[in-house]
């Protein structure tokens, strides 16, 4: 199972980025997909879910300003942010439990500044 994440970068608050997740190794239509975030010196955070039927969930912090979606055809599943904020500073990872283990994908740096 590999997770490939893409997309991160550097932005203004109140600007937008889309990542990226393409995945391969597993039936991915049927996995819930889910994305993390870990800002500097803490735990690493649930930002959302996706699950095989597109029904969605976010974390508080999130919620109203970031999008998850996904495409079976692809393999992708993606997060759309939106009104980003300095609070927002992470790495982000893409994430799926296959056969009672977690898979994760390398990180993808996404910075807001102020």
């Known amino acids: 199972v590999q997770l490939q994440a893409s997309g991160g970068g550097l932005v203004q608050a109140g600007g937008s980025l889309r990542l990226s997740c393409k995945v391969s190794?597993?039936?991915?239509?049927?996995?819930?997909m889910r994305w993390h975030r870990q800002a500097p010196g803490q735990t690493r955070e649930l930002v959302g879910v996706?699950?095989?039927?597109?029904?969605?969930d976010y974390g508080d912090s999130v919620k109203g300003r970031f999008t998850i979606s996904r495409d079976n055809v692809k393999r992708m599943v993606y997060l759309q942010m939106n009104s980003l904020k300095p609070e927002d500073t992470a790495v982000y990872y893409c994430?799926?439990?296959?056969?009672?283990?977690?898979?994760w994908g390398r990180g993808t740096q996404v910075t807001v500044s102020s």
């Open positions: 996706i699950s095989s039927g597109h029904t969605t």
């Open positions: 994430a799926t439990t296959h056969r009672g283990r977690d898979f």
């Open positions: 190794g597993l039936n991915f239509s049927i996995n819930t």
